[in-house]
């Protein structure tokens, strides 16, 4: 009886090196510090200033509301993250014609230099990044992220 209770302990127990979400995000968290340390040192840029101007870039006129979803980033972090872009001149704010209630985000001319600039040195990182991997096994990566995206919305 206690070795079954034993057993029942060791398998509800946490391994965080198996257990994906975690390595998930110790993953992010090292390539995100590793790429932030260039466009922080030479634009002055934090991790979310940059998924700001990485998305704004894509996705122009864009409400922070909209930024959030897309990123999926707290709304206070991108709430800050758009002040102190608009503040340095890398964002500018314009009223919805629809709904004036509604603000619109897009890069200005700054912003978008700092695009130019900073997206080659993600392009390069995630490149030797991604050199660790067969090409058979990035296609792979990338099917099963997009699953496991799907999948995490879906569990939301």
């Known amino acids: 009886m206690a070795a079954r209770r034993n057993n029942k302990r060791s398998a509800d127990r ?19 510090m590793s790429i932030a340390e260039a466009y922080e040192r030479e634009f002055g840029l934090s991790i979310p200033q940059w998924r700001v101007i990485a998305v704004l870039a894509r996705y122009p006129d864009l409400s922070a509301i909209e930024v959030a979803e897309r990123t999926a ?13 608009l503040a340095d001149g890398r964002l500018v704010r314009a009223y919805d014609s ?27 990182y995630e490149k030797k990044l991604l050199d660790a991997l067969s090409p058979t096994d990035r296609r792979a990566l990338d099917r099963l992220l997009g699953r496991l995206v799907d999948r995490a919305k879906a569990l939301a």
């Open 73 to 85: 980033m707290d709304k206070v972090a991108v709430s800050r993250a758009v002040q102190g872009l």
């Open 14 to 32: 946490l391994h965080l090196e198996h257990f994906v979400p975690y390595r998930l995000s110790v993953l992010t968290n090292i390539v995100s």
């Open 98 to 124: 629809g709904d004036r209630r509604r603000t619109r985000l897009r890069l200005s001319g700054a912003g978008q230099s700092v695009y130019t600039r900073v997206a080659p040195l993600a392009l390069t």
